[in-house]
Protein backbone atom coordinates (compact mmCIF):
# COMPACT_ATOMS: atom_id res chain seq x y z
CA UNK A 1 0.00 0.00 0.00
CA UNK A 2 1.26 3.58 -0.96
CA UNK A 3 1.65 6.13 2.03
CA UNK A 4 1.07 9.89 2.02
CA UNK A 5 2.12 12.21 4.83
CA UNK A 6 -0.53 15.13 5.12
CA UNK A 7 -1.44 18.33 7.51
CA UNK A 8 -4.07 19.80 8.54
CA UNK A 9 -4.83 22.98 6.74
CA UNK A 10 -5.41 26.38 7.85
CA UNK A 11 -8.18 27.73 5.80
CA UNK A 12 -7.52 30.90 6.05
CA UNK A 13 -4.74 30.44 4.37
CA UNK A 14 -5.19 31.08 0.38
CA UNK A 15 -4.36 28.63 -1.99
CA UNK A 16 -1.53 30.47 -4.15
CA UNK A 17 0.31 31.31 -0.68
CA UNK A 18 0.05 27.24 0.35
CA UNK A 19 1.25 26.65 -3.54
CA UNK A 20 4.34 28.68 -2.96
CA UNK A 21 5.20 27.08 -0.34
CA UNK A 22 5.19 24.21 -2.32
CA UNK A 23 1.94 22.25 -0.62
CA UNK A 24 -1.47 21.95 -2.68
CA UNK A 25 -4.89 21.83 -1.28
CA UNK A 26 -6.50 18.97 -0.53
CA UNK A 27 -9.74 17.68 1.26
CA UNK A 28 -10.54 14.04 2.96
CA UNK A 29 -14.06 12.38 3.73
CA UNK A 30 -15.78 9.93 4.08
CA UNK A 31 -18.79 7.95 4.53
CA UNK A 32 -18.12 7.73 8.62
CA UNK A 33 -15.17 10.75 8.06
CA UNK A 34 -15.72 14.42 8.24
CA UNK A 35 -14.73 16.66 5.98
CA UNK A 36 -11.14 17.84 6.82
CA UNK A 37 -9.37 20.49 4.72
CA UNK A 38 -5.49 19.04 4.17
CA UNK A 39 -2.32 20.14 2.74
CA UNK A 40 -0.09 17.58 0.49
CA UNK A 41 3.70 18.13 -0.49
CA UNK A 42 2.77 19.06 -4.10
CA UNK A 43 5.96 17.16 -5.81
CA UNK A 44 5.09 13.91 -3.54
CA UNK A 45 1.17 14.03 -4.50
CA UNK A 46 1.84 14.24 -8.13
CA UNK A 47 4.68 11.36 -8.09
CA UNK A 48 2.17 9.53 -6.24
CA UNK A 49 -0.86 10.18 -8.74
CA UNK A 50 1.03 8.98 -11.48
CA UNK A 51 1.73 5.37 -9.90
CA UNK A 52 -1.86 5.53 -8.01
CA UNK A 53 -4.02 7.19 -10.45
CA UNK A 54 -7.44 6.81 -8.56
CA UNK A 55 -7.70 2.74 -8.20
CA UNK A 56 -4.84 2.19 -5.67
CA UNK A 57 -5.52 2.30 -2.63
CA UNK A 58 -3.24 5.19 -0.17
CA UNK A 59 -3.20 4.96 3.31
CA UNK A 60 -2.86 9.07 4.72
CA UNK A 61 -0.93 9.87 7.51
CA UNK A 62 -0.48 12.83 9.63
CA UNK A 63 -4.12 13.71 10.62
CA UNK A 64 -5.26 11.33 13.55
CA UNK A 65 -5.22 7.30 13.12
CA UNK A 66 -3.51 6.30 9.85
CA UNK A 67 -6.71 6.35 7.40
CA UNK A 68 -7.14 3.92 3.87
CA UNK A 69 -8.53 6.55 1.33
CA UNK A 70 -8.82 6.62 -3.03
CA UNK A 71 -7.76 9.57 -5.25
CA UNK A 72 -11.51 10.55 -5.59
CA UNK A 73 -11.30 13.60 -7.55
CA UNK A 74 -8.62 15.80 -9.15
CA UNK A 75 -8.21 19.45 -10.66
CA UNK A 76 -5.72 20.42 -12.87
CA UNK A 77 -4.37 23.74 -14.23
CA UNK A 78 -5.61 24.38 -17.74
CA UNK A 79 -2.24 25.59 -18.84
CA UNK A 80 0.21 23.10 -17.12
CA UNK A 81 -1.72 20.18 -16.20
CA UNK A 82 0.03 20.38 -12.89
CA UNK A 83 -2.70 19.16 -9.90
CA UNK A 84 -4.20 21.78 -8.34
CA UNK A 85 -6.61 20.31 -5.62
CA UNK A 86 -7.17 16.50 -5.20
CA UNK A 87 -10.21 14.92 -3.06
CA UNK A 88 -9.18 11.84 -0.89
CA UNK A 89 -12.03 9.08 -0.01
CA UNK A 90 -11.46 7.53 3.00
CA UNK A 91 -12.71 4.43 3.25
CA UNK A 92 -14.68 2.00 5.78
CA UNK A 93 -12.73 -0.62 7.52
CA UNK A 94 -14.11 -3.52 6.61
CA UNK A 95 -16.25 -3.15 3.81
CA UNK A 96 -16.53 -3.79 0.03
CA UNK A 97 -16.19 -0.43 -2.23
CA UNK A 98 -17.86 -0.49 -5.58
CA UNK A 99 -15.34 1.47 -8.27
CA UNK A 100 -14.77 1.71 -11.67
CA UNK A 101 -11.68 0.01 -12.95
CA UNK A 102 -9.79 1.22 -15.94
CA UNK A 103 -9.47 -1.85 -18.61
CA UNK A 104 -6.65 -2.11 -20.76
CA UNK A 105 -6.45 -3.87 -24.28
CA UNK A 106 -3.53 -6.28 -24.89
CA UNK A 107 -2.89 -8.76 -27.13
CA UNK A 108 -3.13 -9.05 -31.33
CA UNK A 109 -6.45 -9.74 -33.21
CA UNK A 110 -6.13 -12.15 -36.07
CA UNK A 111 -9.14 -9.88 -36.89
CA UNK A 112 -7.12 -6.65 -36.76
CA UNK A 113 -4.43 -8.58 -38.65
CA UNK A 114 -6.72 -9.23 -41.30
CA UNK A 115 -7.78 -5.77 -42.16
CA UNK A 116 -11.17 -5.58 -40.12
CA UNK A 117 -11.96 -3.51 -37.49
CA UNK A 118 -11.92 -3.72 -33.64
CA UNK A 119 -14.45 -1.12 -31.85
CA UNK A 120 -13.76 -0.51 -28.30
CA UNK A 121 -17.27 0.27 -26.51
CA UNK A 122 -15.85 -0.11 -23.26
CA UNK A 123 -12.72 1.37 -21.54
CA UNK A 124 -13.81 0.80 -17.96
CA UNK A 125 -16.26 -1.83 -16.13
CA UNK A 126 -17.79 -1.52 -12.60
CA UNK A 127 -17.01 -3.81 -9.38
CA UNK A 128 -17.28 -4.27 -6.04
CA UNK A 129 -14.92 -5.22 -4.20
CA UNK A 130 -12.28 -5.37 -0.90
CA UNK A 131 -9.92 -2.62 -0.87
CA UNK A 132 -6.86 -5.20 -0.33
CA UNK A 133 -7.44 -6.87 -3.68
CA UNK A 134 -8.85 -4.10 -5.65
CA UNK A 135 -6.95 -4.15 -9.40
CA UNK A 136 -5.10 -0.86 -10.47
CA UNK A 137 -6.73 -2.04 -14.05
CA UNK A 138 -8.19 -4.70 -15.28
CA UNK A 139 -6.78 -6.90 -18.57
CA UNK A 140 -8.39 -7.43 -21.94
CA UNK A 141 -7.37 -9.93 -23.82
CA UNK A 142 -8.14 -8.80 -27.87
CA UNK A 143 -6.40 -12.01 -29.50
CA UNK A 144 -9.95 -14.08 -29.42
CA UNK A 145 -10.90 -11.95 -31.72
CA UNK A 146 -10.70 -13.59 -34.80
CA UNK A 147 -13.40 -12.77 -37.22
CA UNK A 148 -16.47 -10.24 -38.27
CA UNK A 149 -18.98 -10.30 -35.31
CA UNK A 150 -16.52 -11.24 -32.53
CA UNK A 151 -17.03 -10.21 -29.52
CA UNK A 152 -15.96 -9.64 -26.06
CA UNK A 153 -18.09 -9.18 -23.41
CA UNK A 154 -17.78 -7.51 -19.48
CA UNK A 155 -18.92 -11.22 -18.06
CA UNK A 156 -15.51 -12.46 -20.00
CA UNK A 157 -13.57 -10.06 -18.66
CA UNK A 158 -11.04 -11.84 -15.26
CA UNK A 159 -12.00 -10.28 -12.13
CA UNK A 160 -10.70 -10.93 -8.55
CA UNK A 161 -12.26 -13.42 -7.11
CA UNK A 162 -13.84 -11.48 -4.06
CA UNK A 163 -14.96 -9.54 -6.33
CA UNK A 164 -18.55 -8.91 -8.10
CA UNK A 165 -19.28 -7.54 -11.14
CA UNK A 166 -21.43 -4.68 -11.42
CA UNK A 167 -21.79 -3.82 -15.14
CA UNK A 168 -23.63 -5.86 -17.24
CA UNK A 169 -22.16 -8.78 -17.77
CA UNK A 170 -23.79 -8.93 -21.49
CA UNK A 171 -22.49 -5.42 -21.86
CA UNK A 172 -20.34 -5.44 -24.70
CA UNK A 173 -16.38 -4.18 -24.00
CA UNK A 174 -15.23 -4.91 -28.01
CA UNK A 175 -16.26 -6.12 -31.23
CA UNK A 176 -15.19 -6.99 -34.94
CA UNK A 177 -16.81 -4.94 -37.90
CA UNK A 178 -16.00 -5.45 -41.61
CA UNK A 179 -13.24 -2.86 -43.07
CA UNK A 180 -15.08 -1.54 -46.18
CA UNK A 181 -13.80 0.63 -48.41
CA UNK A 182 -16.61 3.69 -49.33
CA UNK A 183 -16.75 4.36 -53.07
CA UNK A 184 -16.96 8.52 -53.65
CA UNK A 185 -19.94 8.78 -56.44
CA UNK A 186 -20.02 11.85 -58.08
CA UNK A 187 -23.85 12.97 -57.89
CA UNK A 188 -25.95 12.81 -60.89
CA UNK A 189 -26.84 16.90 -61.01
CA UNK A 190 -23.09 17.19 -60.78
CA UNK A 191 -22.14 14.91 -63.51
CA UNK A 192 -25.08 16.72 -66.12
CA UNK A 193 -23.54 19.77 -65.33
CA UNK A 194 -20.30 18.74 -66.37
CA UNK A 195 -22.11 17.47 -69.45
CA UNK A 196 -24.21 20.19 -70.34
CA UNK A 197 -20.59 22.97 -69.39
CA UNK A 198 -18.65 21.25 -72.14
CA UNK A 199 -21.44 21.43 -74.93
CA UNK A 200 -21.29 24.96 -74.58
CA UNK A 201 -17.87 25.40 -74.45
CA UNK A 202 -18.15 23.43 -78.00
CA UNK A 203 -20.60 25.58 -79.33
CA UNK A 204 -19.08 28.71 -78.43
CA UNK A 205 -15.84 27.33 -79.66
CA UNK A 206 -17.75 27.32 -82.88
CA UNK A 207 -19.16 29.83 -83.25
CA UNK A 208 -16.16 32.09 -82.24
CA UNK A 209 -15.14 33.38 -85.72
CA UNK A 210 -18.79 34.42 -87.20
CA UNK A 211 -18.97 36.33 -83.66
CA UNK A 212 -15.53 37.87 -84.83
CA UNK A 213 -17.01 38.87 -88.51
CA UNK A 214 -19.89 40.52 -87.05
CA UNK A 215 -18.14 42.92 -84.61
CA UNK A 216 -15.47 43.85 -87.17
CA UNK A 217 -17.44 44.14 -90.51
CA UNK A 218 -14.55 42.06 -92.28
CA UNK A 219 -15.31 38.46 -93.27
CA UNK A 220 -12.71 35.88 -92.29
CA UNK A 221 -9.76 35.43 -94.72
CA UNK A 222 -10.41 32.21 -96.76
CA UNK A 223 -7.16 29.88 -96.81
CA UNK A 224 -5.19 29.77 -100.50
CA UNK A 225 -6.41 27.05 -102.60
CA UNK A 226 -3.33 24.67 -103.50
CA UNK A 227 -1.30 24.68 -106.44
CA UNK A 228 -2.94 28.57 -107.39
CA UNK A 229 -0.67 31.94 -107.28
CA UNK A 230 -2.14 35.22 -106.37
Same mark, same amino acid.
Not at 35 to 54: M, P, Q, Y
Given at each position: ????????????????? +?R????M??? +??G &? =????T??????????????????? *?V??I??V??? =?E? +??????FH?? *????????F?V?? @?? @???????????????????????????LH??E???? /? $??? /?R???????? +??????H?????? =?????? *??? *??????? $??V???????????????????????V?????? $?? /??????????? &?????AA? @???
Amino acid at each position: MLALEVKKRDTKETSDV +LRNRGFMPAV +LYG &P =KESSTAIAVNAHEFDRLWKEAGET *TVIAIRGVGDE =KET +LIHDVQFHPV *TDKPLHADFYVLE @KG @KKIRIKVPLVFAGISPAEKAGHIIVKALHEIEIEVP /P $AQL /PRDLPVEISM +LAGVGDHITAGQI =KIPGSA *TLI *TNANEIV $ASVIEFREEKIEVPVAVAEGAAAAAVVGEVAEA $AA /PKEVAAETGKA &PKKEKAAG @KSE
